[in-house]
């Protein structure tokens, strides 16, 4: 575990530097030593000095020292690829985007932003092209550990080429098939499996905060019978926490499977974090899953004209407790009614073409409080499932303490906002 005092002792983190004015030539004070002299002498004594007559600078000196668990929610366009970095520095990626080149280099740069060299596990929610359609550009470029998914795909049908290469991978890789309640074992952090292969948890997270709760949300909730695409029902669901800081991730899961893990109580209990499930789409995130997990942030994975539906926003428009969604891409959904503040929108849609959605909303017809598209049970056009390639692409960053208190960061404006923790 990591230890978070209220003070921090710089003596213990840089080593003393000790000087002698003898005369040897190996000892003479170059611009180096000089340096690390003026460091030792001077500024670490003032920074600590400073550290401890201000409470401000005190917080500030912990919080970069403070090991993290840090998400980079990757934009793909409507698809996903999340990464996370624990506080051990081992890391986990969430699925890989759409098939070609674009997104593996997408998920390359945030892999080396985050300093690391390789995938420790690989976990693939579910065999839809958005998912794991990235995998074969990028298992070429980064070594990967550990393959985690749900078993074998309800839609051998959709074979293509990262599914063939996957299914190569896994035969002579750590393959790790999960069930609800199983554990990842990465370390400095705890990764719970909720949701595989179409089933869910059957006992409350033990210990989660409010998990096995009644739901006062379920009197409201009503199924949807969604019969396509059945392999998004199979979606591997995490929740994962560092200390008191929780977050969740369903995949593509349906409605009715998500409902599972709410109703008639809720088995995750409540969240920081929540990444909408299936990009926003009004095929999933009911009511009373999104309600009872509370969360304060909400990350909308959605693309310019995939996911992002207006039952999901007005959903999270009413959520309790929410403080602020974040969406990776502006959408043509939400135009100006639902769309919420650049600042929280990490990618933009060239502005004639944006210009000219507001300007003219396409149709069909509008909900009380904005356009509404088509209804539920229609498939997602295939032209929509994804854009053409746009660079740079921005993703958004979660880092998160121990203490439950994280950091969302827009890398597109450098916007960033801290949750401090409840207590
Ligand atoms: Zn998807
Ligand atoms: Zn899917």
Same mark, same amino acid.
């Given at each position: ?6 003070? =921090? ?43 401890? $007559? ?52 997408? =998920? ?84 719970? =499996?909720?949701?595989?292969? #179409? ?7 033990? #210990? ?38 929780? $977050? ?96 929280? =929108? ?78």
């Amino acid at each position: 575990m990591i230890g978070c005092p209220n003070k =921090i002792s710089l003596g213990t983190l840089i080593a003393p530097v000790h000087f002698t004015h003898e005369k040897h030539e190996f000892m003479k004070p170059n611009f180096v030593q000089k340096i690390i002299f003026l460091v030792s002498v001077w500024i670490v004594p003032a920074v600590i000095a400073v550290a401890q $007559t201000t409470q401000t600078t005190d917080k500030t000196l912990v919080n970069m020292f403070a090991k993290t668990l840090d998400i980079y929610y990757i934009d793909v366009e409507g698809g996903q690829a999340t990464l996370f970095v624990s506080p051990s520095g081992e890391t986990a990626l969430i699925d890989t985007g759409f098939p070609g080149t674009r997104d593996p280099k997408r =998920i390359l740069e945030a892999v080396k932003a985050a300093g690391a060299k390789q995938i420790d596990y690989l976990v693939i929610t579910h065999y839809h092209a958005d998912h794991i359609g990235g995998f074969l550009e990028l298992s070429k470029q980064i070594p990967i550990l550990h393959y985690v998914d749900h078993g074998p795909t309800v839609q051998p049908e959709q074979n293509i080429p990262s599914k063939q290469a996957y299914d190569a991978a896994v035969a002579k890789g750590a393959h790790i098939i999960v069930k609800p309640g199983d554990k990842l074992p990465i370390s400095g952090i705890d990764w719970a =499996i909720v949701s595989s292969a #179409g089933k869910t948890l059957a006992d409350n997270m033990l #210990g989660a905060p409010g998990a096995g709760k009644p739901n006062p949300y379920c009197a409201g909730f009503v199924g949807k019978d969604v019969q396509v695409d059945l392999e998004n029902a199979q979606s591997m669901g995490s929740v994962i926490s560092y200390g008191k800081f929780r $977050t969740v991730d369903l995949g593509d899961l349906l409605w009715n499977v998500e409902a599972e893990l709410a109703c008639p109580v809720n088995r995750i209990g409540t969240v920081d974090v929540l990444l909408t499930t299936h990009h926003g789409m009004s095929w999933s995130g009911p009511k009373a899953l999104v309600y009872a997990l509370q969360p304060r942030v909400v990350v909308m994975n959605n693309g310019i004209r995939k996911g992002a539906q207006i039952e999901t926003f007005e959903t999270l428009e009413s959520a309790p407790g929410l403080e602020n969604l974040w969406q990776l891409h502006w959408s043509a959904n939400g135009l100006l009614e639902h769309n919420v503040p650049g600042r929280f =929108i990490a990618n933009m849609e060239e502005p004639l073409i944006t210009s000219g959605l507001i300007a003219h909303p396409p149709s069909p017809a509008t909900s009380p409080t904005g356009p509404r598209p088509a209804g539920i049970v229609a498939p997602v056009p295939r032209a929509a499932m994804g854009n053409p390639d746009h660079d740079p692409a921005y993703w958004i960053k979660v880092s998160a303490q121990e203490d439950g208190t994280f950091t969302v960061t827009n890398a597109r404006n450098g916007f960033s906002k801290i949750y401090q923790r409840k207590n």
